[in-house]
């Protein structure tokens, strides 16, 4: 990568709500290299999942792909990846995966395996220029503690994600208004997380008796899941496997009601600025990585199991004005 102005990575590999909470960090780092003397361009390493949503978001001159994900003995991967970072001459790197894998990608780049400088690094890899040395890191909720690490490298003005580049005409799933979007899947190593599908048919059923057609969102993998779903509340729409990032942002954008387990959907559900309820176990902390937006409830149980239709049915009444 040649040219004037600085060259800058950004390291953020996933999840998905991960990434999207990401966002608004990624577009103050653009903005701040910018706007310095001579502009800058902006490369992220990611995972392919998210390479056509972080090009669609109109903030990077390059999206690559972490391919050689090298462990320590893969020499030869290792290598790899290490002439890949320095062929870009980037002059600051922003890791905002701080993980143990991202932080070896910058040991790897020590001047003690090879020629080459090695660049600013914002982190939490031990001796790099920038970083956020905050024991109660792990405490704080990943916007907030993003927006602190980026403090920690100069850049102070942090915007919350914004959805608003996704453009797309989703008319030909043929869904009217009103509807809800109700996210049943979730991790599939992760069943805790999961509210019961006999929950999400009560709810649906109950949405169509009020005029409010339901549709479910979900991967392929979430098929039999929202079959049985389908079966049990029949006036529901499954659009299991048929949506990708950018739809599903859309389609929120216009939804009167979002309800769904933590998982990646409902930070961008959320995020796009559909009043959202999100239901927790303790299989995970809302104050680490809850979802943000301007409306949105949680609803937590240690146990999703025990969280009844009704408390479910009438937090989304309030939040989204039902009859």
């Known amino acids: 990568m040649n040219g004037v102005g600085e060259h800058i990575l950004i390291i953020k590999l996933g999840a998905l709500g991960d990434f999207v909470q990401a966002l608004g960090p990624m577009a103050a780092i653009r903005r701040h290299h910018q706007d310095r003397r001579g ?4 490369v992220l390493l990611t995972s392919k999942p998210y390479v056509e949503l972080a090009r ?4 990077f001159d390059d999206v690559w792909v972490d391919e050689d994900r090298p462990k320590a003995w893969q020499i030869g991967r290792v290598r790899h990846l290490r002439q890949k970072i320095l062929s870009g001459n980037f002059t600051r790197v922003y890791d905002l995966q701080t993980s ?18 090695r660049p600013q690094w914002s982190g939490i890899a031990r001796g790099c220029s920038h970083p956020h040395n905050n024991s ?3 405490t704080m909720h990943t916007i907030d503690r993003q927006k602190q690490q980026l403090a920690e490298a100069g850049i102070c003005d942090v915007p919350m994600p914004d959805l608003s580049f996704a453009d797309k005409d989703v008319s030909a799933f043929g869904i009217e ?14 069943p805790a997380k999961r509210w019961p599908a006999g929950g999400f048919a009560d709810l ?7 005029g409010v057609t339901p549709v479910l969102l979900g991967a392929r993998a979430e098929q039999g899941i929202l079959s049985l779903i389908e079966r049990d509340a029949p006036g529901t729409v499954n659009l299991c496997g048929k ?4 739809d599903i942002a859309v389609l929120a954008r216009g939804a009167a009601l979002a309800v769904g387990n933590d998982t990646g959907p409902m930070h961008m559900i959320s995020l796009a600025g559909c009043t959202s309820v999100v239901l927790y176990s303790f299989d995970s ?14 609803l937590r149980k240690e146990s999703l199991a025990e969280l009844s239709v009704d408390d479910v049915w009438d937090a989304a009444r309030r939040i989204a004005a039902l009859p």
């Open 39 to 42: 502009g800058a361009s902006l």
């Open 177 to 190: 208004k009103p509807y809800a979007l109700l996210v049943a899947g979730g991790a599939p190593h992760r």
């Open 204 to 210: 649906a059923n109950r949405l169509y008796a009020q």
């Open 285 to 298: 902390d809302p104050a680490l990585c809850a979802q943000r937006g301007p409306s949105v409830k949680i």
């Open 243 to 246: 949506t990708d990032f950018i």
């Open 100 to 117: 143990d894998r991202s932080s070896f990608y910058f040991h790897i780049l020590s001047p003690l395996f090879g020629s080459g400088k």
């Open 136 to 138: 109660a890191r792990n």
């Open 56 to 59: 669609a978001t109109g903030l």
